[in-house]
């Protein structure tokens, strides 16, 4: 089965920096990769995603990159603001959906 | 739309209690599945089902059971609950296999 990390497992940036956190993977046949937030309490929700044939993708301050060779792909968050604390995870995906694996999530902290 | 709807939000068993969390979608997504959370952990996959009258088992399917019957509902059955099975349960449906939108959650007290 896919064998999902993430790193760091937690993150704390000030108000304004960049955060990025990384995804790996183990199944080269994944096709698509997309990365949910949750926040305190709440469901998880997608905010980005990409397909295989695509190397990155940009929705205003969130980005995500892809390195299929390496398998790995990262979530990329310019500008962080106090709404972005939360927890993300990586739900690589082989199987059009029927993969289902999430990555063990990563917290992050955005400080005022 | 409703999106995905679960019931109860909060619910506390006694050891060897059998209950069924709801989960419902207005969505017609072909896909669905459960999911639990554990505190401070991530989420791992119960059952799914890839369209009505069929269901596969996940990663942590022990003590769970599921059918299909309808598009629109997917209940989990819990057949003696166990302390260890005091989590969040989350459903979440899709088409095509891709995004996954999920219900709001029920959080399960066993006991």
């Known amino acids: 089965g896919e064998n999902v990390e993430q790193h760091p497992s937690t993150l704390s940036v000030q108000e304004g920096d960049s955060a990025v956190i990384k995804c790996t993977y183990s199944d080269s046949a994944s096709n698509y990769f997309p990365w949910y937030k949750q926040e305190l309490g709440k469901r998880p929700q997608l905010i980005i995603d990409i397909r295989s044939n695509v190397g990155e993708k940009k929705d205003q301050r969130i980005a995500v990159t892809l390195n299929k060779t390496a398998k790995h792909f990262s979530l990329h968050i310019t500008e962080t603001q106090p709404e972005d604390s939360a927890v993300y995870f990586c739900a690589p995906d082989w199987n059009y959906g029927q993969n289902f694996v999430f990555g063990p999530g990563t917290r992050l902290s955005v400080l005022p | 739309n409703a999106g995905v709807t679960q019931t109860p939000k909060f619910q506390v068993l006694k050891t060897g209690q059998s209950m069924t969390l709801q989960c419902a979608q207005d969505m017609n997504h072909e896909y669905m599945s459960w999911y639990r959370q554990d505190p401070g952990m991530g989420l791992r996959l119960i059952h799914y089902?890839?369209?009505?009258?069929?269901?596969d088992q996940g990663e942590v399917p022990n003590g769970y059971n599921v059918s299909r019957s309808t598009t629109e509902d997917f209940p989990l059955r819990l057949l003696s609950a166990a302390p260890s099975q005091t989590s969040v349960y989350f459903c979440?449906?899709?088409?095509?296999?891709?995004?996954?939108?999920f219900g709001p959650g029920t959080r399960l007290t066993v006991t």
């Open positions: 089902s890839v369209g009505a009258g069929i269901t």
């Open positions: 979440a449906s899709s088409t095509t296999g891709y995004e996954q939108y």
